[in-house]
């Protein structure tokens, strides 16, 4: 009996099969793909549609298995979280009632902590996994009584992130305490404003705490490979979801357990961690240095000639993802250096960007959305599209440019205008008319 009738249903959505909902199969754990960066409708600037039915359908439209709750510090969107899910495989959640039943949730938060140290002020955003609904009650209680923790989904806090961590801790040793977006300017442990120079300089004697971080969208794995302080953490990537739609944009793979702590132990020791899935680093709307107001956008070695400000205004440039990375990459690691076993990496153009580069339309259109919707169901799920499905067999659902354009994209084959500064990068597939 083959692999596929022994493990229905099953469906393929890159590097080999993968199933439609946990399960073991033959002794062999299964890829499955989760995004846990996410957040709810309770957080400023996101989709009303951000609640767990609709997060749970788009979840698996898009392909993952697993997605993170976002916004566990909210007093409401907790009461919500109860009232839709329910406790499943070890410190997993799923939807009452059947609903979406492949779907699994893990309570995850993202915290913005704001301190000055060495007096300088620091802006660091922190995404927090917890094992239970009862562990984020009571962090949300300590948080409390630091601030308002009702004003947003996404709380601001008056609190040194070392302390954050030391509160998690205290609450839930088994925390999954990862630093977000890890170089976006304002909000980031190594970001250009926050500017420290490793995990150390920030988290002190708790950085032993910390095994994971998030690389953001402007930046990717070989980026990251060329730092040496990073070396010893898992590096994972998430979409940073504002919107249902644009879950899975960036995910991380893994191949263990359904289980808080197998996903703990994944990002600890490696075992069960795959890779990730990126977005584009030109795409990401903080790669290049930048200003915004005066349409400037520079390579890191431009704006050196510059002297760091813009040459339209005179005023200070925000330094970009890329400049960043280049200011804390060692000599003896120049770009295209990997280590020895590194997780693999695929870099993807989320499927409606893709459809509207095809089109010449906007990806919010009418007729984007419909041929998205036609492609969805004809093959299951975007991450199958994107990473899987012969060219051929898209050919007859959406025509030879959008089948071509997905060869394009899986082979790297763009052309890139790098975002910079809050704006998105520009991407262009050649060749893919007709």
């Known amino acids: 009996m083959s692999l596929q009738e022994i493990c229905l249903p099953l469906l393929n959505i890159g ?44 979840a698996q439209r898009k392909g993952l298995k697993l997605i993170g709750t976002g916004d566990f510090a909210h007093p409401g969107w907790r009461q919500e979280l109860r009232d839709w899910l329910e406790p499943t495989e070890d410190g997993l959640y799923r939807l009452k009632g059947g609903l979406s039943p492949a779907i699994r949730f893990v309570v995850t938060g993202e915290i913005n902590t704001v301190f000055k140290r060495d007096d300088q002020t620091r802006k660091v955003h922190s995404l927090v996994a917890l094992p239970s609904l009862e562990a984020a009650d009571q962090i949300a209680d300590q948080l409390g009584r630091i601030g308002n923790i009702a004003a947003d989904g996404r709380p601001v806090l008056k ?166 990375v280049e200011s804390l990459t060692d000599k003896d690691r120049p770009p295209g250096f990997a280590p020895r076993n590194a997780p693999r990496f695929e870099r993807l153009i989320p499927l409606a960007d893709l459809l509207a580069a095809v089109l010449g339309i906007g990806a919010q259109s009418k007729k984007v959305t419909a041929l998205y919707d036609d492609l969805v169901r004809a093959f299951e799920s975007e991450l199958a599209i994107l990473r899987e499905v012969a060219p051929e067999d898209i050919k007859r659902i959406a025509g030879s440019g959008v089948a071509m354009a997905v060869a394009r994209s899986r082979a790297g084959q763009l052309e890139v205008t790098p975002g910079f500064d809050g704006e998105y990068g520009r991407i262009m597939i050649t060749g893919s008319g007709g």
């Open 15 to 58: 590097n080999g099969v993968r199933i439609l909902d946990f399960n073991y199969c033959g002794g062999l754990t299964l890829e499955f793909c989760a995004d846990l960066h996410l957040h709810s409708h309770y957080s400023m600037a996101t989709s009303k549609d951000c609640t767990p039915p609709v997060l749970a359908q788009w």
């Open 159 to 324: 609190l040194d992130c070392h302390d954050l961590l030391a509160i998690c801790l205290d609450a839930c040793p088994e925390v999954i305490f990862v630093p977000a977006h890890i170089w976006t300017p304002h909000y980031s442990v190594l970001g250009s404003f926050s500017r420290f120079n490793s995990m150390e300089e920030c988290f002190g004697d708790l950085t032993q705490y910390i095994f994971a971080a998030e690389t953001g969208l402007s930046s990717d794995p070989p980026m990251n490979w060329r730092v040496p302080v990073l070396d010893r953490f898992t590096l994972v990537s998430n979409s940073d979801a504002h919107s249902p739609r644009k879950l899975a944009r960036e995910a991380s793979v893994f191949a263990c357990d359904p289980a808080y702590g197998s996903l703990l132990n994944a990002l600890e020791t490696g075992d069960g961690f795959m890779g990730t899935i990126e977005f584009y680093p030109e795409e990401g709307k903080y790669h290049y240095d930048g200003h915004r107001k005066c349409g400037v956008a520079l390579h890191p070695r431009d704006t050196n000639e510059y002297g760091g400000r813009c040459p339209v205004c005179g005023k200070k440039l925000t330094v970009g993802v890329l400049h960043r």
